[in-house]
């Protein structure tokens, strides 16, 4: 039997993105500057975003009704089962109606997040010959929701990590997936969604460094880090270099300042860690900011004004959902005889 599962009944979804992820393993979030197009391009108005025709992730497909789709589907039943209530939560983190509220003309917006259920719906099944294969009834390019290894003791245990934007290229073993690893809160997982849509992380452009205080020393994982990058003369470029960072394991590579400077810096939105995000247990059990990777100037202006906690932010800032809006207008549907759809 097919089942088609509606997330959120009252949203249609569907957004998506561009992105610039480097094909450098352990992380589909990664960026690596030079791929970078040309951030005056019109088409992206956040500072956050970023196209990269060459690796082709970019914004999801309309459906035949004009409605942006995201097709979810989950690696197996028992996946479904475990992650599809995180992931509710999650999507209507985007979709409540103080936030996006429901596509159509009011709101200005045509987003769906829908995903495929029921036993025989998972992305994965047997191929009859003692391995796996992508399921042929779901189309190749759903999101893609999988498990992945969670590291002990720090905050990868609990959290999940995603491609950003649509792309028809395989990306790290499949075309968009979000992964999840143990049992993060829905929150992070809204984050990822945010991904999935098209947003890099805030605290990552350019001009980052004048509205916060930022010091990768700090971050879980630097010391032994930087022993393996001086081991190769790559010590220097731990902090600075994306690449060097995912090449060491070094979380660091999440908050390398490299993305075009768009719009005003938004420290409300989503995409911004705060401060004791992969934070040492210095900043987190003793909660003194000086011990934390990044703090807010509260002057941009003045620095020597002294600095303050960045909070986690919960919900979609009204900057990240202008940048839904401009991405994903609300269209209204076609005469019927001219409706075609890019997938089921």
């Known amino acids: 039997m097919k089942v088609l599962l509606v997330i959120l009944e009252t949203a249609l ?18 960026l690596d500057p030079s791929d970078i197009f040309n951030s005056s391009d019109s088409l992206f108005g956040r500072a956050t975003d970023a196209f990269c025709p060459q690796w082709f992730r970019t914004l999801w497909p309309r459906h035949a009704n004009n409605a942006v789709m995201i097709p979810i589907c989950f690696d197996s039943f028992d996946h479904m089962n475990r992650f599809h209530p995180i992931l509710r939560l999650a999507v209507a983190k985007w979709v409540a109606p103080a ?24 992305c994965i099944i047997d191929d009859g010959a003692g ?13 893609r929701i999988t498990e992945g290894q969670s590291v002990p003791g720090a905050d990868g245990a609990n959290t999940a990590e995603a491609t950003t934007g649509f792309s028809m290229q395989l990306d790290h073993g499949h075309y968009n997936t979000l992964q999840v690893k143990g ?3 829905h929150v992070a997982v809204a984050h990822e969604l945010g ?18 205080k930022y010091d990768c020393t700090k971050i879980q994982g630097y010391d032994k880090a930087f022993e393996e990058a001086k081991k190769k003369g790559k010590e220097h470029l731990l902090c600075t270099d994306p690449a060097v960072a995912i090449e060491f394991k070094f979380i660091g590579h999440a908050f390398t300042s490299s993305f075009p400077k768009k719009g005003d810096y938004d420290i409300k939105s989503i995409m911004h860690y705060p401060s004791d995000y992969f934070g040492t247990p210095a900043c987190k059990e003793n909660a003194k900011i000086d011990n934390c990777p990044m703090v807010k100037y509260k002057d941009p202006n003045d620095h020597a004004a002294g600095t303050e906690v960045i909070l986690l932010n919960n919900i979609p800032s009204k900057l990240d959902i202008e940048w839904v809006k401009q991405h994903y207008p609300y269209v209204p549907p076609p005469p019927p005889s001219t409706q075609q759809s890019p997938h089921p």
């Not at 996006?100 to 029921?118: K, Q, S, W």
């Not at 391995?131 to 999101?143: C, E, S, V």
């Not at 991904?195 to 916060?212: A, C, F, P, S, T």
């Open 131 to 143: 391995g796996k294969m992508w399921n042929p009834t779901i189309w190749r390019f759903a999101l």
């Open 99 to 122: 936030i996006l509220g429901a596509p159509g003309p009011a709101t200005g917006h045509g987003i769906n997040f829908v995903t495929y259920g029921g036993e025989e719906k998972g």
């Open 195 to 212: 991904h999935v849509l098209g947003l890099k992380h805030e605290h990552q452009r350019i001009d980052r460094d004048k509205y916060m």
């Open 13 to 30: 979804v569907a957004l998506a993105a561009d992105d610039c992820s480097s094909p450098i393993p352990f992380d589909p979030n990664a």
């Open 183 to 185: 049992y993060p809160d």
